[in-house]
């Protein structure tokens, strides 16, 4: 797929899967967001992996929630792979930009602006989730300063309950996280079929940091891919098929190795077999003990 521009969609922006994630992680598995009375709203980004930096007030994902024609509430989702300690002054100023676009808007009725992280390291989110204790706060000003509380939902760290609550695409990412943090070597045999499968394998491999996620919807042999078992299984494969082509190579390497040692073969016909030079031959037949 390569890096995908801004235009194109992220997982979370398909309103099945950011209803199924409202549900579940704000209401508890309770279908009380519906996906078609969601709404995008232009300010959203490509995922941004360990990001330390700020978003210049961008959204990841936002969307109105609507009861018809009437807007209800703006949720917005931010993601994160690694713990940022600025994060609440970073949702305190989405949040309050969202706001003052409601006044700038002229909105006669403020709209609530819930914001929560999703939070995909396997290690416990140990930054800080409210303003008060971001801050270096005398005692006397503390009851002069607003609080101001973030909600942070760490994905790794998931109940098995919730997991089962998601409908969506994300029950699959989910389960993945938390397995990978309980067992690193851990091999799913999920047969569930990914609906936005493109969009599934780059949140995982920009989230995982493992691109071959990736690389699978490049791979012309890989066009049926559509459940995490056949990912995992090809992603395998080409593990196995890569280690045994330099497996192969290493094999050929040390057979000339020997042959140049033993006496049967020049030196100039070895180093052209490997299409390098004398002097590379050398340093790789030295290093290599002959």
Known sequence: MGEKDITEKLLEDYNDVFADIVNVLLFDG???VKEDSLESTDVHSQYKADDSKM???ERDVMKYWKDGNVKIALF???NQTAVDKLMPFRVMAYDGASYKSQISAGYKSMLPVITFVLYFGKERWKGHKNLKSSLNLPEELERYVS???INVFEVSWLSDEQIKFFKSDFRVVAE???QKRIDPNHVTGDKTVIKHIDEVLKLMSVFTGDRRFEEII???ENKEVNTMCEVLDNIWNDGNIKGLEKGKSEGIAITLY???HDGDLS???ASARMNISVSEFEKLMKNAGY
Do not use: Q
């Open 30 to 32: 309770r279908e009380v």
């Open 55 to 57: 978003h210049e007030l």
């Open 76 to 78: 917005g989702i931010e």
């Open 147 to 149: 609080d101001y509380s």
């Open 176 to 178: 993945y996280f938390v």
């Open 218 to 220: 490049n791979h012309p």
């Open 258 to 260: 020997s042959l140049v």
């Open 267 to 269: 030196i100039e016909k």
